[in-house]
């Protein structure tokens, strides 16, 4: 069995943590460097839930896309359900990894993962980064959905690609326009609707459009938008990473088992329709 450190690096190679934003907080929380892995856990949030099901499961190690810390902290007392995650963690022997921005700028990256699972075919980054002389990595991704479906028929395929969740799928603009460019962000994108408005794309698909840019982005062009659950629109990504990992392990001649988690931690727990108009 690998060591966590080479476990780790294999990670890293994939997602070096130098393509992480600057206020981001990734790699290795906790655990031995030393320890032996056999089984890897992969799940989005490092939330109690899913140290639970590591532990359950086995694990040595979890990997999550979100920072467990990642305005810093003074403590990790078990006082706190932060500090509760840390303490079941170390207890159990299990080391926690995070893959965050620097996953959402690679390639394949987070993004790459959502367009694959609505069915779209990716043709390069919505933001380029200009430090890849390639031109394949940055943020969002832009892709092609052949052939073009309407609005309508593009948000229902959207929401039978992601995993449910109690708010589904937002919608902006005609049902009955025909979409076949597609920009897409996982995770939180609506401080990209310049960059998607510039990309001349038929919609944009991301999470967490707040009322106000979503309002102005509609009045200024007729992109339409789609707003899913932020843990659905990063949630395929765990396959990909695990995809990586087992191809590390693969070249490497390392007997490790991995898992993705299934866990639903988006905090929206119910949706109740409302009759009332206004």
Known sequence: MPKLS????ALE????????????AVGLVCGDPQTEVNRVLFAVDPVQAVVDEAVEWGADLVVTHHPLYLRGTTSVAATTFKGRVVHTLI?????????HTNADHADPGVSD??????GLRVTGPLVPDPTDPLGRRG???IGLLEPPLTLSAFAAQVAAGLPATAAGVRVSGDPDRLVSRVAVCGGSGDSFLADV???GV????TADLRHHPASEAAEASPVALLDAAHWATEWPWLTLAERALLAAADKRGWAVETKVSHRVTD???????MSFTA
């Open 6 to 9: 080479d476990v780790i690096t």
């Open 13 to 24: 190679e994939v997602y070096p943590p130098q393509w992480a934003e600057s206020w981001d």
């Open 91 to 99: 207890t159990n022997g299990i080391a926690l990894h995070v893959a």
């Open 113 to 118: 993962a959502l367009a694959e699972a609505v």
């Open 139 to 141: 943020t969002g991704r």
């Open 197 to 199: 408005r510039s990309a």
């Open 202 to 205: 038929d919609a944009y698909l």
């Open 267 to 273: 905090p929206w727990t119910a949706h109740a329709p």
